[in-house]
C-alpha cells in the first residue's frame, strides 16, 4: 500500500467536524494501538517516551480519535499547541494553498512575503509598542537559543539566568537552562557555560512570600553570585509550564524586569507554552502589563505547525552580524501560511476571551474539588492553563504516586491529561480552545471520579 493510499483508508478526516464525543469502543490502548506499540518498540529509539499509547488518525474540536475507533477528550492540545483546534479549516486551507505553490526555497536563501507577514503581525500583537524585529525558526527550543545568542551579542556578556523549576528545552545550551534533571538531562552532560539559576516566586511552596520580596531575592542572590556587569540575560516563563504551572506572586515579573532595565540585562520572556490567547490574553506577560524585551514563541503560534519565533527591541534584534542568524528551514511557507491563519484566528474569534471562559469552568469545578478533597493542594493556572498540584493531605508533600494513577484511570476513560511539576505531582490541563463546554465538563467529571477512586 502506498502512504497516500493507506492515508485515505484512514477515515475519518480531522477537524471541527468529527463527532464531538468520548466514545470507548474497546480497551485503552485497543488492540491496533497495541500492535502500533509493539512495531515502535522496534523501530523507535526508547528514549522516545509516549504518554498515552493510543495511535490517532483524526482529531479536531476538542477530540482525537485512535486507530482503533475510540474518540478521546483532548485536554492536552498536544502540550498547549492545538489552541484554535486540530485541522481547523482556516489552517488547512491556507497550508493546501501554500502547498500548491512551493513548499520550500530557505528564507535566507531565496525570500517570500508570508515570512515577513508573520513577523509584522508579531511585531504587533506582542507587549510594547517600540520598534520591534522577529527571527523564525522551528521549535521552542531553537528559539530560546537564538534568544540567547542575540541578547550575548547585544550586550557583549555572557551569563544568563534562568529559574528553579524552568524548563526552556532539550538542546544543550536549553537543557542547561532547563532546571529538572530527570528525564531531561540525565547523562546528556556536559551542559552550556555560563548558565546560572535563581530562586522562582512559587507562592504554594514559599510561604507566602510576596512577589517583590521573592524578586528582591532572586536579584541578590544574581547581584552577589554573578553580578549585572556580566550578565547578558534573564530568561523566564511568565506561567512556568513543566515546571509545575507555577505563577509567581504579583509583583515578581514586574520588579525583575525593571532590575533588567536599569542593569543592562535583556529581559527575555519565555512564552513558547503560555503564548497565544492561552492564558486568557494573547500572552501571559500582558497580565501585570510587563514589557519583556526579547520574547520567545512557539507551540500555538501555527495551529500544529513547526514553527517558533523570537520577538525584540529593534536595536536588540539587529545587533548580530548579517548573516549571524538562520537556519535551513525556519519560517518554511507551509508554517508561515498556517501561522498567518492561526494568528487571525485568535484575534479575530477573540480566542483570548474564549480562554477565559474554559478558565472559569475549570477553576470552579477544580475549586470545588479542592473544599471537599485536602489532596488536591493547590489549584492555579490562568485562563485555559490551569492545573492541580496533588499532595499528602497531612504533610503536604507532593504525591507524585497519586497523580500517577489519577492520570492512568482517566486515560482508561478515554481522557488525555498531562501532568507536570519538579515533583511529578501536578496535572494539567490545556484544552484546545476549540473544545466544546460539555466535553470540558465531563473530562473534568472524568477525573472527578479518577479522584474519588484512586
Ligand atoms: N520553553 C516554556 O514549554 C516545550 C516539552 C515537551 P520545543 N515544552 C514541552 C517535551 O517533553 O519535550 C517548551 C516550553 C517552554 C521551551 C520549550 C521547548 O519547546 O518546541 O519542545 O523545543
Not at 120 to 143: C, I, Q, V, Y
Not at 287 to 309: F, W
Amino acid at each position: 500500500m502506498t502512504i497516500v493510499e493507506s492515508l485515505a483508508q484512514e477515515t475519518p478526516v480531522g477537524g471541527p467536524s468529527l463527532p464531538q464525543e468520548r466514545r470507548l469502543v474497546t480497551a485503552i490502548p485497543g488492540p491496533k494501538s497495541q500492535e502500533l506499540s509493539a512495531r515502535k518498540a522496534q523501530a523507535v529509539s526508547a528514549g522516545v517516551g509516549v504518554t498515552l499509547p493510543v495511535y490517532i488518525v483524526a482529531a479536531g474540536g476538542g477530540v482525537l480519535v485512535d486507530v482503533d475507533g475510540n474518540s478521546l477528550i483532548d485536554l492536552g492540545s498536544g502540550i498547549a499547541v492545538t489552541g484554535i483546534g486540530n485541522s481547523a479549516p482556516e489552517v488547512v486551507a491556507a497550508v493546501a494553498a501554500q502547498l500548491a505553490q512551493f513548499t520550500h526555497t530557505c528564507f535566507t536563501v531565496a525570500p517570500y512575503d508570508s515570512y515577513i507577514a508573520v513577523a509584522e503581525t508579531l511585531n504587533r500583537l506582542t507587549p510594547g509598542d517600540h520598534p520591534k524585529r522577529s527571527a523564525l525558526f522551528n521549535s521552542g527550543a531553537e528559539a530560546v537559543e537564538n534568544a540567547v545568542k542575540i541578547a550575548r551579542h547585544y550586550t557583549g556578556k555572557q551569563a544568563v539566568v534562568a529559574f528553579d523549576h524552568a524548563y526552556h528545552g532539550r538542546t544543550t545550551l536549553t537543557m542547561g537552562l532547563t532546571a529538572k534533571n530527570q528525564p531531561y538531562k540525565n547523562g546528556f552532560g556536559p551542559f552550556a557555560a555560563e548558565i546560572y539559576r535563581a530562586p522562582m516566586s512559587y507562592p504554594y511552596r514559599d510561604g507566602g512570600l510576596d512577589g517583590v520580596a521573592a524578586a528582591t531575592r532572586a536579584i541578590s542572590q544574581i547581584e552577589k553570585q554573578i553580578g549585572a556587569d556580566n550578565l547578558a540575560a534573564l530568561i523566564i516563563e511568565p506561567i512556568q509550564g513543566e515546571g509545575g504551572f507555577i505563577v509567581p506572586a504579583p509583583g515578581f515579573l514586574p520588579t525583575l524586569v525593571a532590575w533588567c532595565r536599569a542593569n543592562g540585562v535583556v529581559f527575555i520572556a519565555d512564552e513558547v507554552q503560555t503564548g497565544f490567547a492561552r492564558t486568557g490574553d494573547m500572552f501571559a506577560s500582558e497580565h501585570e502589563g510587563i514589557v519583556p524585551d526579547i520574547m520567545v514563541m512557539a507551540k500555538g503560534i501555527a495551529g500544529g505547525l513547526p514553527l517558533s519565533a523570537v520577538t525584540g527591541r529593534a536595536e536588540i534584534m539587529d545587533a548580530p552580524q548579517v548573516g549571524g542568524i538562520g537556519g535551513t528551514y525556519g519560517g518554511n511557507p507551509l508554517a508561515c501560511a498556517a501561522a498567518l491563519a492561526t494568528m487571525e484566528s485568535y484575534e479575530k474569534d477573540d480566542l483570548a476571551r474564549r480562554a477565559r471562559d474554559i478558565g472559569v469552568i475549570m477553576t470552579g469545578r477544580l475549586n470545588a474539588l479542592r473544599a471537599v478533597d485536602k489532596r488536591v493542594g493547590d489549584v492555579r493556572g490562568r485562563g485555559a492553563m490551569i492545573a492541580i498540584e496533588l499532595v499528602d493531605p497531612v504533610t503536604g508533600d507532593p504525591d507524585a504516586a497519586l497523580t500517577g494513577r489519577i492520570v492512568s484511570a482517566a486515560h482508561a476513560q478515554g481522557v488525555i491529561l498531562l501532568t507536570c511539576g519538579t515533583y511529578g505531582n501536578v496535572i494539567r490541563f490545556l484544552p484546545p480552545l476549540s473544545i466544546p463546554d460539555a466535553l470540558l465538563v465531563e473530562g473534568l467529571q472524568v477525573l472527578a471520579s479518577a479522584l474519588a477512586a484512586a
